[in-house]
């Protein structure tokens, strides 16, 4: 992977001189680079990693678009003898440089013109290749496998946490190199809790079950949340499962990269409201997906950013009534100016096991 010029383009907008990256998945989107330890310098004319010598080997065969550095100590020390750093602004990602970490750039390279900025490449990054596309394509087919090899484990006396244990073996047994999130699966009244963690609460018959999960393949995030019926649910259940079903059918109908994020989420939660379920659908509609599991654009509400061409973000409409139930059904889709992609293929029809 090298975006490099990408971010030179930046640097030139941005009338600066050059951009230091210390967040890894910038870095990796940046040059390839996938180690634990970097620091990416980019300046008008060139590029320069730093790492540690644990990485010599990986680092050259991973990067491209840029020079590796392997450091003896520090990578700010070494990026301080290099003799690389540019004369002028250099930017730095604000959300990603602690307090701890400036003083110790003004300790090593001096008092030099630093130019924080909050949200770098977010825009950038959230327009995902051809190739980007098609490892998260592949990340979901593993976790869309999962799905449906995790359904004869569904059943009363089961707990939670096994499920969760299960899930992951799965993935990882299919070629995911690690769960892009702790799986989420929250019986009864559990399912309320959008973020619930796995308990040791056994499923019970007529419990509806959150399935939120799913696994990195390649540095790429998958994410899907299925619900499902352990034998036959209340009316009260059925009734909350179509009106998400709905809003997430209508939402997913209705999603291009000709709209903002909310417009969007007002196609989901307009439904959500007029259904008497308003109050309980507490989050946004969806996130951006990439090398990391949230990324910008948040499809929200409460914010009015415009959609793009093959952006990922996922839909994922839900109703959470405290104490009760919940309902979650989400998909990745890939943004196009007709309509969108999505890219799982799991039935959401409500399955009563």
Same mark, same amino acid.
């Given at each position: 992977?090298?975006?490099?010029?990408?971010?030179?383009?930046?640097?030139?907008?941005?009338?600066?001189?050059?951009? !230091?990256?210390?967040?890894?998945?910038?870095?990796?989107?940046?040059?390839?680079?996938?180690?634990?330890?970097?620091?990416?310098?980019?300046?008008? $004319?060139?590029?320069?990693?730093?790492?540690?010598?644990?990485?010599?080997?990986?680092?050259?065969?991973?990067?491209?678009?840029?020079?590796?550095?392997?450091?003896?100590?520090?990578?700010?020390?070494?990026?301080?003898?290099?003799?690389?750093?540019?004369?002028?602004?250099?930017?730095?990602?604000?959300?990603?440089?602690?307090?701890?970490?400036?003083?110790?750039?003004?300790?090593?390279?001096?008092?030099?013109?630093?130019? /924080?900025?909050?949200?770098?490449?977010?825009?950038?990054?959230?327009?995902?290749?051809?190739?980007?596309?098609?490892?998260?394509?592949?990340? %979901?087919?593993?976790?869309?496998?999962?799905?449906?090899?995790?359904?004869?484990?569904?059943?009363?006396?089961?707990?939670?946490?096994?499920?969760?244990?299960?899930?992951?073996? &799965?993935?990882? &047994?299919?070629?995911?190199?690690?769960?892009?999130?702790?799986?989420?699966?929250?019986?009864?009244?559990?399912?309320?809790?959008?973020?619930?963690? /796995?308990?040791?609460?056994?499923? %019970?018959?007529?419990?509806?079950?959150?399935?939120?999960?799913?696994?990195?393949?390649?540095?790429?995030?998958?994410?899907?949340?299925?619900?499902?019926?352990?034998?036959?649910?209340?009316?009260?259940?059925?009734?909350?499962?179509?009106?998400?079903?709905?809003?997430?059918?209508?939402? !997913?109908?209705?999603?291009?990269?000709?709209?903002?994020?909310?417009?969007?989420?007002?196609?989901?939660?307009?439904?959500?409201?007029?259904?008497?379920?308003?109050?309980?659908?507490?989050?946004? !509609?969806?996130?951006?997906?990439?090398?990391?599991?949230?990324?910008?654009?948040?499809?929200?509400?409460?914010?009015?950013?415009?959609?793009?061409?093959?952006?990922?973000?996922?839909?994922?409409?839900?109703?959470?009534?405290?104490?009760?139930?919940?309902?979650?059904?989400?998909?990745?889709?890939?943004?196009?100016? $007709?309509?969108?992609?999505?890219?799982?293929?799991?039935?959401?029809? !409500?399955?009563?096991?």
């Amino acid at each position: 992977m090298n975006n490099i010029k990408k971010i030179q383009a930046l640097i030139t907008a941005e009338d600066a001189a050059g951009v !230091l990256l210390s967040a890894l998945t910038c870095i990796r989107w940046g040059c390839g680079f996938t180690g634990s330890n970097g620091l990416l310098l980019v300046t008008l $004319d060139e590029a320069h990693l730093f790492t540690d010598a644990r990485y010599t080997t990986q680092s050259r065969e991973e990067v491209t678009g840029a020079t590796v550095h392997i450091a003896p100590g520090q990578l700010i020390d070494s990026l301080n003898t290099s003799g690389c750093m540019p004369d002028g602004e250099v930017i730095l990602q604000a959300e990603h440089v602690s307090i701890a970490q400036h003083a110790q750039l003004l300790k090593r390279l001096g008092e030099r013109n630093w130019l /924080p900025k909050s949200r770098l490449l977010e825009a950038q990054m959230a327009v995902k290749s051809p190739a980007e596309i098609n490892f998260i394509r592949k990340a %979901q087919e593993i976790t869309d496998a999962v799905f449906e090899e995790i359904l004869s484990v569904l059943k009363p006396g089961t707990t939670e946490r096994e499920i969760a244990a299960e899930i992951t073996y &799965q993935h990882l &047994q299919r070629g995911a190199t690690k769960m892009s999130f702790d799986p989420i699966v929250a019986s009864g009244p559990n399912g309320a809790l959008p973020h619930a963690r /796995p308990s040791d609460r056994k499923l %019970q018959l007529g419990d509806l079950v959150v399935l939120d999960f799913g696994c990195f393949y390649n540095g790429y995030a998958s994410d899907m949340t299925r619900t499902v019926a352990i034998g036959n649910p209340s009316e009260k259940a059925r009734e909350v499962y179509h009106v998400v079903k709905t809003a997430q059918q209508n939402a !997913l109908d209705a999603a291009s990269s000709q709209m903002t994020t909310k417009t969007l989420d007002s196609v989901a939660r307009g439904i959500i409201e007029e259904a008497g379920y308003g109050s309980y659908f507490n989050h946004s !509609l969806g996130h951006g997906v990439g090398l990391d599991i949230h990324e910008w654009p948040r499809v929200s509400w409460q914010v009015d950013d415009p959609l793009a061409e093959n952006m990922v973000i996922t839909i994922e409409p839900g109703v959470y009534i405290p104490g009760e139930l919940g309902v979650r059904i989400e998909d990745m889709v890939v943004l196009k100016p $007709d309509g969108c992609e999505v890219l799982g293929h799991t039935p959401k029809s !409500l399955l009563i096991l």
